[in-house]
Each structure stands twice: as C-alpha cells, then as structure tokens.
C-alpha cells in the first residue's frame, strides 16, 4: 500500500554528530533528516514532548551550514530511536 509523505518541507539525507540540551542537560546525538521545518536526532534520554530543545553544536562547519540558522525548537515526538524536534520559527 502505497502512502502519501505528508512532510511540508524537503529532507535532507545526513548522519551528523550533534550536541544539544534539554532542560539545561548536555546530550550528544546523531542527527538524520534535516528539514527546515525540524531534525531528527537519534538519541536515548529522559525526553518529553514540549520540551525545549537547542542544537549547540555539530562536529564541523560543513554540518553546521546544513542545519543552517534555526537551532532551537521544541520535542514533538519520541520513538524507541530518538526524538523528532520542530525548529521555532525565527
């Protein structure tokens, strides 16, 4: 059965080191799956939806051009993989 990809924004195919925090913890993750409107990141952790979250930073700047200026955002969902995160809008 085919379905259809209700993304709003174009993804971007990556596999980016990140540092990030959530409620003042530091955490390192993986991020795939760069949008505009948010990032995957995989990643374990004591998350909840709504959280705040905020990329501090990639591995180099190559990464930090993909994931561009919108580096804070909140947790919108949470898989046994990691969090999907939803950049707030500038």
Request: overall charge positive; cysteine-free; proline content about 6%.
């Amino acid at each position: 059965m085919i379905t259809k990809e209700r993304r709003r924004h174009v993804r971007r195919s990556v596999s980016i080191p990140v540092k990030f925090t959530v409620q003042s913890n530091l955490y390192r993750g993986l991020a795939y799956n760069i949008s505009d409107g948010g990032i995957f990141i995989d990643v374990t952790g004591p998350f909840k939806v709504g959280q705040d979250i905020s990329i501090i930073s990639p591995a180099d700047q190559v990464s930090l051009r993909s994931i561009g200026n919108n580096r804070a955002g909140s947790i919108v969902w949470i898989s046994p993989h990691g969090i999907g995160m939803k950049f707030k809008k500038p």
